[in-house]
C-alpha cells in the first residue's frame, strides 16, 4: 500500500507560479510511476503529468507543457509539480498519483494509488 499526500494548493491571481508536493509513504520501492491529474469544476479528473520513478522521464498533457514541470525528490520520497503562468483554466483539485505497472507512465488512468488532492484556484 502507498499512501500519498499532498499541499501547496491555494488561491493565486492569472500568471503567477504555484508548487504542488506529494509526499509518498508505504511501499514506495517498486514503483513504476508518479503523477498528477486534476479535476476542474463540473469536469472528469484529467491527466496533467507523469514521472517514471528510476527512469526520471516525463509525460506533460498538451495544455501544460512548458508551464508546468513534474519532479522528484528521491531522499524525501516527494514528488512535485511546479506550475507558472497560471490560467484560470488550471484551477481544479489537483490529485498525486502512484502505479506499480509500466503502463501506468503513460497515464494516470493506469495509476494504483491517489492522494486525497489539493484545490488550486486561479483567480482572473
Known amino acids: 500500500q502507498v499512501e500519498l499526500v499532498e499541499s501547496g494548493g491555494g488561491l493565486v491571481q492569472t500568471g503567477d507560479s504555484l508548487r504542488l508536493s506529494c509526499a509518498a509513504a508505504?511501499?514506495?520501492?517498486?514503483?513504476?510511476?508518479m503523477g498528477w491529474g486534476c479535476q476542474p469544476p463540473g469536469k472528469e479528473r484529467e491527466f496533467v503529468a507523469t514521472l517514471h520513478w528510476t527512469g526520471g522521464s516525463t509525460v506533460y498533457t498538451n495544455s501544460v507543457r512548458r508551464r508546468f514541470t513534474i519532479s522528484k525528490d528521491n531522499a524525501k520520497n516527494t514528488l512535485y509539480l511546479h506550475m507558472t503562468d497560471l490560467k484560470s483554466a488550471d484551477s481544479a483539485v489537483y490529485y498525486c498519483?502512484?502505479?506499480?505497472?509500466?503502463?501506468?507512465?503513460?497515464?494516470?488512468?493506469?495509476?494504483?494509488?491517489w492522494g486525497k488532492g489539493t484545490l488550486v484556484t486561479v483567480s482572473s
Open positions: 498519483a502512484a502505479g506499480r505497472d509500466e503502463g501506468s507512465f503513460y497515464g494516470t488512468a493506469a495509476m494504483d494509488f
Open positions: 508505504g511501499d514506495t520501492f517498486n514503483l513504476a510511476a
